[in-house]
T-cell receptor
Framework: NAGVTQTPKFQVLKTGQSMTLQCAQDMNHNSMYWYRQDPGMGLRLIYYSASEGTTDKGEVPNGYNVSRLNKREFSLRLESAAPSQTSVYFC?????????????FGPGTRLTVT | AQTVTQSQPEMSVQEAETVTLSCTYDTSESNYYLFWYKQPPSRQMILVIRQEAYKQQNATENRFSVNFQKAAKSFSLKISDSQLGDTAMYFCAFMNGSNFGNEKLTFGTGTRLTIIP
């Protein structure tokens, strides 16, 4: 049982390059999330997916797209990276109400855009 | 929209002492959940404790307990007998329990806690 896995762990991009961050969970959760963490800002929600086939914008969606490929996988894509997207990115999935909605987080991806 | 405020950016305490981290939130919802997450230097986010708003009894998990004051919209975390492994960033988080399929978390800005040997 690996929980939530993310790849890559580190990435450096040049402005304008694109990349996809991969996330997978093996806990059979319906809901999955992408957050970004910036110094002094806490974690902010980028996109979330309540179930396979559905996605919705969070607090800071501009510059990102997501795909809920299946129940296990939820990817985040940067089409044209900008220095403002330098951040640590976390994927998470959550339990249902009967287990108190606990969210499980991946180890994070540190992205630097130069 | 909900907001979560952690007014203590940094705190430090001697090992074995007790420390309390503050959190206030703003919401018009009546059904919600509150969480404390710990982020050690490894960067991994770990759930420390959870409180359902409809429960009057304060949650406890071993050395961790909360003081949930619903009317004051306050949710503080108390760590008793602090240990070196408690050194971490601590985030308070809010979840609206009324939106089925939308269990997203709103986080505070965090408190960096250092346990001094």
């Amino acid at each position: 049982n690996a929980g939530v896995t993310q790849t890559p762990k580190f990435q450096v991009l040049k402005t304008g390059q694109s990349m996809t961050l991969q996330c997978a969970q093996d806990m059979n959760h319906n809901s999955m999330y992408w957050y970004r963490q910036d110094p002094g800002m806490g974690l902010r929600l980028i996109y979330y997916s309540a179930s396979e086939g559905t996605t919705d914008k969070g607090e800071v969606p501009n510059g990102y797209n997501v795909s809920r490929l299946n129940k296990r996988e939820f990817s985040l894509r940067l089409e044209s990276a900008a220095p403002s997207q330098t951040s640590v990115y976390f994927c998470a999935s959550s339990e249902e109400e009967d287990k108190g909605y606990e969210q499980y987080f991946g180890p994070g991806t540190r992205l630097t855009v130069t | 929209a909900q907001t979560v405020t952690q007014s203590q950016p940094e705190m430090s305490v001697q090992e074995a002492e007790t420390v309390t981290l503050s959190c206030t939130y703003d919401t018009s919802e009546s059904n919600y959940y509150l969480f404390w997450y710990k982020q050690p230097p490894s960067r991994q986010m770990i759930l420390v404790i959870r409180q359902e708003a409809y429960k009057q009894q304060n949650a406890t998990e071993n050395r961790f307990s909360v003081n949930f004051q619903k009317a004051a919209k306050s949710f503080s975390l108390k760590i008793s007998d602090s240990q070196l492994g408690d050194t971490a960033m601590y985030f308070c988080a809010f979840m609206n329990g009324s939106n089925f399929g939308n269990e997203k978390l709103t986080f505070g800005t965090g408190t960096r806690l250092t346990i001094i040997p």
